[in-house]
Structure formats: C-alpha cells, structure tokens
C-alpha cells in the first residue's frame, strides 16, 4: 500500500509542475511516441490498401451473389406459385369435365333404361295379345270339336234309338252312357 502512496503522491507532483512533465513520469519517450503514431497510420495505409479493399470487394462480390440467389429463389418461388395456380385450375377444370361425363352417363343410362322397360312392356302386350288370341283360336277349336263331338254323339245316340224301341228306362240308360261318354273325353 505504501509503494502505491508513493506513486500516486508522485503523480500529484508531476501534475503541478514539480519533477519534468507527466510522460516523463509515466516512462514514455515524446519521440517514441512520434515514431509508433506514423507506424501505427503506415500500417493503417498499407492494410485498407491491401488487405481492406481486397477483402471490401470480395465481401460486395458475396453479397451480389447471395442478392442473386435471394432473388433467383423468389423468382422460382413465384413461378412455383403461378405453375401451382395453373395446376390447380387445370384440376378443377378436369373435376368439372368428370362431373359433366358422370351426369351425361347417368342421363344415358336413364334413356336406356326408359328404353328397355318401353321394349319389354311393348313385348309383353304383345306376347299376351299373341296368348289371347291363340286362346281363342283354342277356344273356337275346342268348341268345334265338342260341337262336332256332340254331333257325333247324338248321331250315334238318335242311330241306336231309332234300332230299339225306346222305353223310359232306356231312355235313362241312354242318357246315363251319354253323360260317360262325355265324361270320358
């Protein structure tokens, strides 16, 4: 503590004028202090000559091309954005188209189908028409047949009687192997 004391009353000294100036104290030589200032700004010189301005325009350079691929990235980005936008029209266009083909398909099925069911309901009236009629045809047949038949019978019937003399018993008997005869047909 007391060497520190002895420096510092040594200062307060030299700062009133007593014992040869403040740099004298301190131990720095006014000349040396020239000399390292012209040093000092010649190194200054000689490094923004060479070394500053080198490394200032590498710097720019670097800059320019990071400005470059800043703006090729956001020129990609926006062509992304456009093609993106022209992608998606073009898919809701194609959704559009589908619906439409869908819509126009079930209408074409529906025809056809309106279609099929007029054929097969004009076939079908025709198919019973073409039934009725060959049932009547049937009909007429069957009855001529019968007419015929009773015709025939009743020939055969009246032929007998008139060989036999008819009695009310067997005018019975005839008329009971009439109703088998018809029964049997």
């Known amino acids: 503590m007391q060497s520190l004391y002895g420096y510092l009353s040594s200062l307060i000294a030299a700062a009133e004028g007593k014992g040869g100036g403040l740099l004298e104290l301190l131990g720095i030589d006014f000349n040396i202090l020239i000399i390292q200032i012209v040093g000092f700004l010649l190194l200054l010189w000689v490094m923004t000559k060479f070394f500053w301005k080198p490394i200032e325009a590498m710097l720019e350079s670097r800059r320019q091309d990071i400005n470059a691929t800043y703006d090729k990235l956001e020129a990609d980005r ?51 028409a073409r039934a009725r009629e060959q049932a009547q045809l049937e009909g007429e047949k069957l009855r001529r047949e019968l007419q015929t038949y009773v015709a025939d019978l009743t020939l055969r019937t009246t032929e007998r009687l008139l060989r036999e003399e008819l009695t009310d018993e067997r005018h019975r008997r005839l008329v009971e192997e009439f109703i088998q005869a018809v029964e049997v047909r």
């Open 78 to 128: 926006r062509a992304m954005e456009q093609l993106r936008s022209e992608y998606e029209a073009r898919l809701a266009q194609i959704e559009a188209e589908a619906r439409e083909r869908i819509q126009q398909a079930v209408g074409e099925a529906q025809q056809l189908r309106d279609q099929i069911i007029a054929d097969a309901r004009r076939q079908a009236e025709e198919i019973v």
